[in-house]
Structures are given as structure tokens and as C-alpha cells.
């Protein structure tokens, strides 16, 4: 699991944002299911095998034997250490 630790108040800015798009992919979120959502999640405990993003890409992946894409790969390519 990786958990993205944002504030509330942070959250409820971007959906502000992202609801004023008029990208039809942009799907409408009222700010009370964002509320219900925020009520329904708890940080992970200690004892849970959680990684806590911090901005580094290479310690989220690191656990898995993959690394993050560098500019002379595919955008979208993430390989395997050790692979090409």
C-alpha cells in the first residue's frame, strides 16, 4: 500500500479546482462526498506495511524490484531492475 498523506483543506482546494474544469473527463465531486471519503479513511497504522510517499518515486517503487522511468525511457515505461 502507499499512502499519499494530503490535508483536508489542500483536498477540498483541488477538487474547488478540478470542478471548475469543463473537461468532459472531469467528473463532478460535491464537497460533501469528499467529506464522506475523508471520514472513511485513516492514515495506516504502524504495524501496517504501508509506504508513505514523500515526493521519491525510487522508495515507493524500491519494494517492488521496479524504478522510475528516466528520460531516455517510454513516459509511460516502467521496467524491472535489471531488465531492459
Known sequence: MVYL???KDELLRR???RNESEDASALTVTTSAL???FAC?????????A??????????LAP?????????TRPRAIRR????
Open 5 to 7: 498523506s494530503v490535508e
Open 15 to 17: 477538487l474547488a479546482t
Open 41 to 49: 479513511f485513516a492514515a495506516p497504522a504502524d504495524d501496517e506495511e
Open 81 to 84: 531492475r535489471g531488465r531492459r
Open 51 to 60: 509506504v508513505v510517499y514523500t515526493g521519491d518515486l525510487d522508495a515507493v
Open 64 to 72: 517492488t524490484g521496479f524504478s522510475a522511468p528516466t528520460r531516455t
Open 35 to 37: 467529506e464522506d471519503f
